[in-house]
């Protein structure tokens, strides 16, 4: 019993060495000792880290954008596809142009321009993004706790033949006055390339206030309203 025990325990020696040999990232600063939870990732085009937050705070942008309080958490590819597919049902189901026509007070019409196929299929999908966002923040809080408590060691540096990325402060301000001026460009700023892509991409895509002006007055002196 004693001899099959200690062979068990080699086996199992000699399997996470190998794998702390093949995954050097997962190693720490200290010696060998295998690293669970890692703080951060970086790649020369962006980082993700483990970081505590509100959960109420990533459901609201959730309740305000699916996919935004997925992209707050860290789930980069999961909060794209939610923007993806918010647009597509929003613009079939013409979910805005039915909520425009309610405030200014025309019901007929609201319910007129309404797809309720699309419609229904907005709404389990949009209380799944908010309840989804809520649980991941619940989990990867526990997670960052546990990354703090091993002192997991952070790359401050990814270089690659094209690009180049580091942690450095920044002024935070300064993201956010880029970012009003230009939604997007504030996350370049902070060196995360694919959220400044999508943030510039669909800032493009919506019209600016001027053309929302344009509209609203064409349309009013069209059709006056009805109250």
Known sequence: MAGRSANGQSRETGRRD???????????????????????????????????????????????????????????????????????????????????????????????????????????????????????????????VLAYREQSPIS??????IEINYLAKTNPWVGVGWSLLAPGVGHLIARNTYQGCCGISLSSTNPTPWKLSIIRRSDCSARPLGF
């Not at 980082?47 to 935004?68: E, K, R």
């Not at 590819?77 to 013409?94: D, I």
């Not at 309610?102 to 799944?128: N, Q």
């Not at 401050?156 to 033949?161: D, I, L, P």
């Open 18 to 144: 190998e794998f702390v040999r093949r995954n050097p990232e997962h190693r720490a600063e200290n010696g060998n000792r295998q690293v669970r939870r890692p703080k951060l990732s970086m790649s020369p085009f962006n980082s993700n880290n483990l970081m505590v937050q509100n959960p109420y705070m990533v459901m609201w942008w959730s309740a305000a954008m699916p996919g935004a309080g997925h992209i707050m958490v860290g789930k980069i590819v999961k909060g794209f596809a939610l923007f993806l597919w918010e647009f597509v049902v929003n613009t079939q189901s013409n979910l805005n142009e039915a909520i425009g026509y309610s405030m200014l007070g025309r019901f007929p019409e609201a319910k007129a321009c309404l797809d309720l196929r699309w419609f229904f299929m907005y709404v389990p999908i949009f209380i799944f993004a908010c309840w989804d966002s809520y649980r991941l923040t619940t989990e990867v809080n526990q997670f960052a």
């Open 156 to 161: 401050a540096m990814k270089v690659n033949s």
